[in-house]
């Protein structure tokens, strides 16, 4: 039997705080468990498992891996500003006029994700 992906971990310096965040990106939880100043932070969210580590050392360089968002229930654009509203800054905007791209934003501690379009939004497309 081959291998699970069990949690995609980040590396952080409050891990409680990102957790967070990203639980309400995600319509999430944290852990019954973890609370604030917690070394550690687990995000459960349908399909996905985010672990939050706290490190000494803060983020110096791009992602290598990162998240790719698809929206379920609203637009790109819409959760775009959803996540905005949230706390993520805008790192750059790959949105073209015909409809298609997507959105690179930051989490509050500079990790990058992107926002593609919703599953609608690409069957409209096609």
């Not at 319509?27 to 580590?53: C, M, W, Y």
């Not at 791209?101 to 501690?109: K, S, Y």
């Not at 994700?113 to 939004?121: D, H, T």
Request: with cysteine.
């Amino acid at each position: 039997m081959a291998s699970l992906v069990r949690h995609l971990t980040f590396d952080c310096s409050d891990a409680y705080r990102l957790g967070q965040f990203w639980a309400a990106v995600l319509d999430g939880s944290l852990a019954d468990d973890d609370a604030p100043g917690d070394p550690e932070a687990v995000v459960t969210a349908p399909g996905s498992a985010l672990l939050f580590i706290a490190v000494p050392e803060g983020k110096t360089v791009k992602n290598r891996v990162h998240v790719d968002l698809q929206p379920q229930d609203r637009s790109r654009d819409e959760e775009v500003a959803r996540v905005l509203a949230l706390g993520a800054t805008m790192v750059e905007d790959h949105r073209k006029p015909d409809g298609t791209g997507w959105v690179t934003l930051a989490d509050p501690e500079g990790n990058e994700f992107c926002i593609e379009r919703s599953a609608g939004e690409r069957a409209a497309h096609s």
